[in-house]
């Protein structure tokens, strides 16, 4: 933000769900790439923003991505940092690219959701890093404020593994 703010109007908002925000409504219904993306969309007309330079890392990657893919003109450019666009894996001809997806559901999506099922966020988010930063413990390495990080937004983590393979 401070880097981007010195030549650049610079807005960062917290999407429905996310910590700091309120739960209002309910998480698995109203907590989907379609509503995400339609938020950014309504906050950039509101802002009188477009067209925008859009930065989004993970989730935030594929919102972004996919507001953008319904409405183009809101975008003058994007950096995407590892949008999960897994379902797009499904659809290669590559044999590489369904096994990298498979993999991914096995190794990753279901032991998380299984953990999600037993009331236990921490594992489920534990497993979640883990995997897909492919290093074990990565997240009992990280700082006391990362790990709080991420588990203030464990809870929308469920819902947001559910949303990003429609």
């Keep these: 933000m401070d880097y981007f703010s010195k030549r650049y109007r610079t807005i960062s908002y917290s999407r ?11 998480i698995a219904q109203d907590n989907t790439i379609e509503d995400n993306a339609r938020d950014l969309a309504e906050l950039i007309r509101k802002l009188n923003l477009a067209p925008a330079h859009l930065v989004g890392a993970s989730y935030g990657a594929f919102i972004a991505l996919y507001c953008v893919s319904k409405n183009p003109d809101l975008a003058k450019s994007m950096i995407l940092n590892e949008p999960p666009i897994l379902p797009f894996l499904t659809r290669s001809p590559l044999k590489d690219d369904v ?3 498979k993999r991914y559901r096995t190794h990753v999506l279901n032991p998380a959701k299984d953990a999600f099922k037993t009331g236990d966020f921490k594992q489920a988010a534990q497993i979640f890093i883990n995997r897909v930063m ?11 404020q990362d790990k709080q990080y991420l588990m203030d937004n464990a809870k929308s983590l469920e819902v947001e593994l559910e949303s990003a393979i429609p």
Aim: net charge neutral; hydrophobic share 40%; no cysteine.
């Design 16 to 26: 429905r769900f996310a910590y700091p925000n309120k739960w209002i409504g309910n």
């Design 99 to 101: 096994k990298l997806f």
């Design 134 to 144: 492919s290093i074990e413990n990565f997240f009992e390495q990280l700082s006391e």
